[in-house]
T-cell receptor, first 113, second 112 residues
Framework: AQSVTQPDIHITVSEGASLELRCNYSYGATPYLFWYVQSPGQGLQLLLKYFSGDTLVQGIKGFEAEFKRSQSSFNLRKPSVHWSDAAEYFCAVGGGNTDKLIFGTGTRLQVFP | SQTIHQWPATLVQPVGSPLSLECTVEGTSNPNLYWYRQAAGRGLQLLFYSVGIGQISSEVPQNLSASRPQDRQFILSSKKLLLSDSGFYLC???????????FGPGTRLTVT
């Protein structure tokens, strides 16, 4: 079955600390991978995407993610978190003969000053 | 550039009343369109998607329906709302081989 797992429901970090949000996927076709961010009461904004090529992709707001095919993972990282990064983060996978994306259940990030 | 609009932004409706949420996309043609629902503290549930005018695919049997009367307009409807229809409704679009989806600002629906 095709699925996306975000094992951490809620993560709390201090401002300035590093961050890693985990994402594991199960997908039958070549995966196209995405990270989205959602601030409270707003829509989702695309942070970054991986289609092919370099497995380390850079996104907006200083985020990066690394695709590891052997581990079926696409973890999101940021070296130094800012208070404004507090939000919910969603990993998603797509590709193959479908236009649909499969989303994980999200990780809520809380940032302490 | 492309933009996506949703309205209303918030809505409070009594149980049993009808519903109509609208989504429009500007700056592109023949997009794929999607309706998602996000219940409190939960992820995104795909409700409907459309690859063209009049073409609607339903993902989950429920009290809701969708229509696409124009190329860039996607409407979510219900004849009689249930309490369980409360949630945050998101519309999204993509096009061609770009699997990435772009989301609207959402509509917060509270059924009382």
């Amino acid at each position: 079955a095709q699925s996306v797992t975000q094992p951490d429901i809620h993560i709390t970090v201090s401002e300035g600390a590093s961050l890693e949000l985990r994402c594991n996927y199960s997908y039958g076709a070549t995966p196209y991978l995405f990270w989205y961010v959602q601030s409270p009461g707003q829509g989702l904004q695309l942070l970054l995407k991986y289609f092919s090529g370099d497995t380390l992709v850079q996104g907006i707001k200083g985020f990066e993610a690394e695709f590891k095919r052997s581990q079926s993972s696409f973890n999101l990282r940021k070296p130094s978190v800012h208070w404004s990064d507090a939000a919910e983060y969603f990993c998603a996978v797509g590709g193959g003969n479908t236009d649909k994306l499969i989303f994980g259940t999200g990780t809520r990030l809380q940032v302490f000053p | 550039s492309q933009t996506i609009h949703q309205w209303p932004a918030t809505l409070v409706q009594p149980v049993g009343s009808p519903l109509s949420l609208e989504c429009t996309v500007e700056g592109t043609s023949n997009p794929n369109l999607y309706w998602y629902r996000q219940a409190a503290g939960r992820g995104l549930q795909l409700l409907f998607y459309s690859v063209g005018i009049g073409q609607i695919s339903s993902e989950v049997p429920q009290n809701l329906s969708a229509s696409r009367p124009q190329d860039r307009q996607f409407i979510l409807s219900s004849k009689k709302l249930l309490l369980s229809d409360s949630g945050f409704y998101l519309c999204a679009w993509n096009k061609g081989t770009n699997y990435e989806q772009y989301f609207g600002p959402g509509t917060r629906l509270t059924v009382t």
